[in-house]
């Protein structure tokens, strides 16, 4: 069981990632040129959206329900999301489909520490943790890879192809790894025919918004078959068309349908909240996801979304205070869970330091190409794979701040080093291979420590929560954690520019390059005080449960 889900969760990673290569192909699919990357974006910070705003409620999901079922219900939205990225021809669909792809490969994550939980007593989950961390960290290096092993033989659009038909073999495997016990009942049972109904409606939605997205040549160019696909008015959207409309009607159908499957769940749920959450998620991260870090440090509509962000934030606390059953009780954020999540937020934050910004001096100082200034990102991404199996071993014999602690000082002190790179640092090789690598190992062996110390402390009924509390946090230091050193680093680089009377174009490098290392110096500076706090992890290994009381849901996941 973990082994597929690790296989998941790294699936997930990669697809984060292998946009990278296709984005070109996939602007020009949608019918974007090159001169329309700003309207691009949503193609990744969709991802993202779908990734982060609705962490929360998957992982009080988990807790609700058996983990068995939450990842398989993750990677039936996983692959919803990759077919209907691959099939269509309009950015609005395609970013729905990025948004699905992220609510899915996200979800991933926090079933699989819950997951992990569970299956191993505390004081014995190093290993596992190290492995889901590492895989984790293993799609960033795969995605590339794989993006560019498919775009070589096909279009951009057999990637997607390939991610869902990855998303059904894993969930087949983790129906079949799963022994499901018989469980509690939640609400009235539902009748056979109203599940036959159900997912009759359900494949004639499947039917008919495919066809209408997929639009294939063969009937829209038919003459008996064609009259479906002729958009209404003036209008070229492909959903506004008669079988476009058929397929909505059907989609509105299946979730009327659906509605009595999920409402006894959902009333355990405080979905007000969620909601409130969500919003104030999803607005931070189209704030700063949606700029470009070279140039820009809020997006284009951040001045109007980061208000949202901060009333909604206000209204979720005064929604927790009030609410009888808050989507994040009270006791789950205890302990050790609060030093956990800061160390989160500033990991985060050093790992998105280094995966934007060598590449960005890579292309200022000895390359324009954006493959060869990812290569010399790749020896960081390969030693956080490593440093995060590394940590969950020795969380066998020390406790998680005497490995997280050491691990993030030397990346500090590495971007100390790094920040003191000129325009010719990357002409050799060894230097920076040295303090890369050892950046990517330290940043590693927090990974497992953290998530161990965390889910230690937060109750056994709220691993859900507590996880996916932990991802939000290290996405939001990466978004805005990037936005904040980048300020910082825009405003040097204007500076130094400005004092220029005629400034050259080697003048203007070495700007960029003191951007550069002003965002690796306050990088470092996040990475000292993340092994400060990291200190509060815990000294001694946590003693493992003799015979650890397993719940209901805990039965049914084995």
Request: charged residues 10%.
């Amino acid at each position: 069981m973990l082994a597929t889900a690790s296989t998941a969760v790294a699936l997930a990673a990669a697809d984060t990632y292998v946009v990278v290569l296709a984005l070109q192909d996939m602007m020009n699919g949608v019918g974007l040129g090159v001169d329309a990357l700003q309207r691009a974006t949503p193609i990744i910070s969709g991802f993202l959206l779908g990734y982060i705003a609705v962490l929360p409620l998957i992982g009080r999901l988990a807790d609700l329900i058996d983990r068995q079922r939450i990842l398989t219900g993750c990677l039936a939205l996983f692959v919803v999301g990759s077919a209907v990225t691959a099939i269509s021809a309009e950015l609005p669909v395609m970013v729905v489909g990025r948004f699905l792809q992220g609510v899915g490969g996200g979800g991933l994550v926090p079933a699989t520490l819950a997951l992990v939980a569970d299956l191993w007593p505390p004081g014995r989950r190093g290993t596992a943790l190290g492995v889901v961390g590492a895989v984790q960290e293993i799609g960033s290096v795969v995605g590339p890879l794989l993006g560019a092993l498919i775009l070589a033989v096909s279009d951009w659009r057999m990637i997607f192809w390939v991610n869902g038909f990855a998303g059904i073999v894993l969930a087949l495997c983790i129906v079949a790894c799963g022994r499901r016990a018989p469980r509690e009942r939640v609400g009235a049972p539902v009748p056979v025919w109203w599940r036959a109904l159900t997912a009759l409606a359900a494949v004639a939605t499947v039917i008919l918004l495919g066809l209408a997205l997929w639009a294939p040549d063969a009937l829209t160019t038919s003459i008996r078959w064609g009259g479906p696909f002729v958009p209404y008015g003036d209008h070229t959207a492909h959903l506004l068309t008669p079988i476009g409309v058929w397929g909505l009607a059907a989609l509105a159908v299946v979730l009327a349908l659906s509605v009595r499957f999920w409402w006894p769940i959902a009333r355990s749920v405080d979905v007000i909240g969620a909601v409130l959450i969500a919003v104030a998620l999803g607005a931070l991260v189209l704030t700063f996801a949606a700029s470009d870090p070279e140039k820009q440090v809020v997006g284009p509509l951040g001045w109007w979304l980061l208000p949202l962000a901060v009333v909604a934030a206000a209204l979720s606390v005064w929604r927790h205070r009030a609410s009888e059953h808050p989507l994040i009780a009270p006791g789950v954020v205890v302990g050790r869970v609060r030093p956990a999540l800061v160390v989160s937020v500033c990991v985060g934050t050093a790992i998105v330091a280094i995966v934007v910004d060598v590449p960005v001096l890579a292309r200022l100082t000895i390359t324009d190409s954006q493959t060869q200034a990812a290569l010399v990102l790749l020896r960081f991404l390969i030693a956080v794979p490593v440093g995060a199996l590394a940590g969950g071993w020795l969380l066998r014999r020390l406790g998680p701040a005497l490995i997280a602690a050491p691990g993030l000082l030397v990346t500090a002190l590495a971007l100390a080093c790094m920040s003191r790179w000129d325009a010719g640092a990357l002409d050799s090789w060894l230097v920076p291979t040295v303090l890369l690598v050892l950046a990517g190992l330290g940043v590693g062996l927090a990974i497992a420590p953290v998530n161990d110390a965390a889910l230690h402390d937060a109750p056994q009924a709220a691993h859900g929560v507590a996880s996916s509390l932990l991802v939000v946090a290290r996405m939001v230091g990466m978004v805005v954690g990037l936005a904040l050193l980048t300020a910082i680093g825009l405003h040097r680089f204007y500076g130094r520019v400005q004092s220029l009377p005629h400034p050259t174009q080697a003048q203007v490098t070495d700007a960029g390059v003191l951007q550069v290392q002003t965002v690796f110096l306050g990088a470092a500076v996040v990475a000292l005080a993340a092994a400060a706090v990291a200190l509060l992890l815990g000294r001694h290994v946590s003693a493992p449960a003799d015979q650890p009381a397993l719940s209901t849901e805990v039965t049914r996941s084995r």
